[in-house]
């Protein structure tokens, strides 16, 4: 099993930034697939942006795509995303997921372990 937990979110003003923090541990083997999602009150849970660790390939969602930044540690054992210029809309719970994947993907039903999340507000 692998465990995911969620730090860094807070609330800040439009063109902020934050930088979120994802701590795993358990199966390494499982967790060759990281990634951040968010979900807004009301909608669907939409992928941000993931790392394959094995190559450190990695892909943002078009909204993100050039303000936000995910990275992983050496020891490949924390996933970040550091978020700039934030907008209202990227106002959401943010989620951490992992799975063994194959690539890249943006598809909540592609991981299997998720974190409990951690909450940001950016305010206009």
């Known amino acids: 099993a692998v465990q995911l937990v969620e730090s860094g979110g807070g609330s800040v003003q439009a063109g902020g930034s934050l930088r979120l923090s994802c701590a795993a541990s358990g199966d390494s083997a499982n967790r060759n697939s990281m990634a951040w999602f968010r979900q807004a009150p009301g909608q669907e849970r939409e992928g941000v942006a993931v790392i394959f660790t094995p190559v450190r390939t990695t892909y943002y969602a078009d909204s993100v795509k050039g303000r936000f930044t995910i990275s992983l540690n050496n020891d490949k054992t924390t996933v970040y995303l550091q978020m700039n210029s934030l907008k209202p809309e990227d106002t959401a719970m943010y989620y951490c997921?992992?799975?063994?994947?194959?690539?890249?993907?943006?598809?909540?039903?592609?991981?299997?372990?998720w974190g409990q999340g951690t909450q940001v507000t950016v305010s206009s």
């Open positions: 997921a992992a799975t063994l994947g194959t690539w890249v993907s943006l598809r909540p039903t592609d991981y299997r372990y």
